[in-house]
Nanobody, 121 residues
């Protein structure tokens, strides 16, 4: 079992920045690829970024968001810059045993409770 707890969400103006954190506990953190997903009201959950031996990004966030991890602290981060109103969503971190850091949420076994990000125009 892996327990995940996100933090760092909030309200920010368009063009601003936020850094999300996801603290993991339980099984060996470094064994898992970590992903960030988001879900806006009325929409399906969508892939944002993942990190394992490489990093992957959705086209909509490429160049604006940066995913990183600190295995010593069992924490993964999502640095978000140049935020847009369409980035408004609940953001979730997730852990996957698939080392490639998949974009499909069905490959992720463990999920956090989510943190709300709201970007005002």
């Amino acid at each position: 079992q892996v327990q995940l707890v996100e933090s760092g969400g909030g309200l920010v103006q368009a063009g601003g920045s936020l850094r999300l954190s996801c603290a993991a506990s339980g099984r060996t953190f470094s064994d898992y690829a970590m992903g960030w997903f988001r879900q806006a009201p009325g929409k399906e959950r969508e892939f944002v970024a993942s990190i394992s031996w490489n990093t992957r990004y959705a086209d909509s966030v490429k160049g604006r968001f940066t995913v990183s991890r600190d295995n010593a602290k069992n924490t993964v981060y999502l640095q978000m810059t140049s935020l847009k109103p369409e980035d408004t969503a609940v953001y979730y971190c997730a852990a996957s045993p698939v080392v490639a850091g998949p974009t499909d949420p069905s490959w992720y076994l463990y999920w956090g409770q989510g943190t709300q990000v709201t970007v005002s125009s």
